[in-house]
């Protein structure tokens, strides 16, 4: 491990200047996913500076009813939230699907948004990998893909994006509020994560050196119904190999809203439009969710191992929706 600096920032504006735009600085959250890289040689930064003392540590209702989250709440806290758990319940059962309890308490929103892929040959220094070197090619296409992407991936790229948490804010319509040396800014998590195409080592639209200050969840009355449900290869302390996050409200049988969110299938969230536009004004049955699953993932192009995933999120759309409706029409 080579030998950095490390320095605390107590206010946004100290903490952006701290970084300086500096390509070889970090911001350090929780550091649960920052530093594991570090031992291994795939982040070697010269600067961590410390946010976990700025004043972003608190959820808030917004005046219109929605809520904003600041960066530094630690997934325990965010989870535990009295109002995430009313009015956004799939976010929460997210966010303790993923990790385990003391690494929730240690992980950060703006960390678990940034964390980086699990793909073994990112994390093997010893590897080729277009998303860590540049144009050293992408081993996992012919090799080990098990858990690798079927939707938006590239011949560059098919890694997937691990966050759990992400793929409820995906399908709440998060926005995602960040601060820069030239003042703030925020973007829809919809448009945060960059397509893969042949530079997959782009990973968001964050500006250079920018601070993410918070997420803003608009108000969603569907979301009180919501769900995550989460598939992976042990019960617990495990990512996922395919997630989803719906929300469903049902109206004289038929669909009067809907939102859907996918993970582990592609480099980001994946917000399920196309499914949501077959089931919006469809009658909610089991018959419907299935057409809608198939409208989604007809884009899907798994390679020779992950073939399995189109199957398991089609199930994953049908059953959890049919629970919703239940749910919905009790
Ligand atoms: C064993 C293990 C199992 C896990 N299982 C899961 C799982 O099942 N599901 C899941 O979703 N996650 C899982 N995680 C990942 C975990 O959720 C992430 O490591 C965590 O959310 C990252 O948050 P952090 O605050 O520790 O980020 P850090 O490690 O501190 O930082 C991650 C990245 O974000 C950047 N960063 C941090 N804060 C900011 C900010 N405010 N502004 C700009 N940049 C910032 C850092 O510079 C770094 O690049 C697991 C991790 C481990 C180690
Ligand atoms: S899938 Fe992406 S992260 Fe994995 S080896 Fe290929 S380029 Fe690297």
Redesign the pocket.
């Known amino acids: 491990m080579r030998e950095f600096g490390y320095q605390r920032a107590y206010d946004v504006s100290g903490a952006v200047a701290l970084l300086d735009g500096d390509p070889d600085a ?11 890289l570090m031992k291994t040689g795939v982040e070697r930064p010269a600067l961590l500076v410390d ?1 976990r003392e700025l004043p972003l540590n608190r959820v808030e209702s917004t005046p219109d009813g929605g809520l904003r989250i600041g ?2 709440v630690t ?1 325990s806290d965010l989870a535990a939230h009295p109002e995430v758990r009313r009015r956004y319940p799939a976010l929460a059962q997210a966010v303790l ?4 309890g003391q ?1 929730r308490n ?3 929103v ?3 948004l ?2 980086r892929t699990r793909c073994g040959y990112f994390a093997d220094v010893t590897s080729p990998c277009n998303k860590r070197v540049p144009g050293s090619g992408c081993p996992a296409v012919e090799g080990e893909h098990h858990n690798h992407a079927v939707l938006g991936a590239s011949d560059h790229c098919v890694a997937t994006h ?4 992400g793929v409820a804010l995906a399908a709440f319509d998060a926005v995602v509020a ?1 601060e820069t040396a030239d003042g703030p800014g925020e973007v829809p998590l919809a448009d945060f994560y960059l397509p893969v195409g042949e530079t997959p080592h782009l990973e968001t639209v ?1 500006p250079p050196g ?4 918070g997420v803003t969840l608009p108000p969603a009355p569907v979301a009180a119904v919501s769900r995550y449900r989460k598939v992976r290869e042990r019960a617990s ?4 190999i395919g997630s989803i996050a719906a929300a469903l409200d049902v109206h004289d049988g038929r669909v009067r809203e809907v939102r859907l969110a996918f993970g582990a299938v592609a480099s980001r969230p994946w917000r399920a439009r196309a499914a949501e536009r077959v089931l919006t004004g469809a009658p909610a049955d089991a018959e419907t969710f299935a057409a809608a699953a198939d409208a989604e993932l007809a884009r899907a192009k798994p390679l020779p191992h992950n073939g399995y995933k189109v199957t398991l999120m089609r199930n994953l759309v049908v059953a959890v929706l049919s629970e919703l409706a239940e749910e919905a029409t009790r």
């Open positions: 970090r911001f350090l959250g929780g550091g649960t996913n920052l530093v594991d946010v960066a530094t997934n699907a993923g990790a385990s690494l240690m992980a950060t703006g960390g678990n940034l964390q691990p966050s759990d948490m960040y964050l920018a601070l993410i200050t302390y495990a990512f996922a």
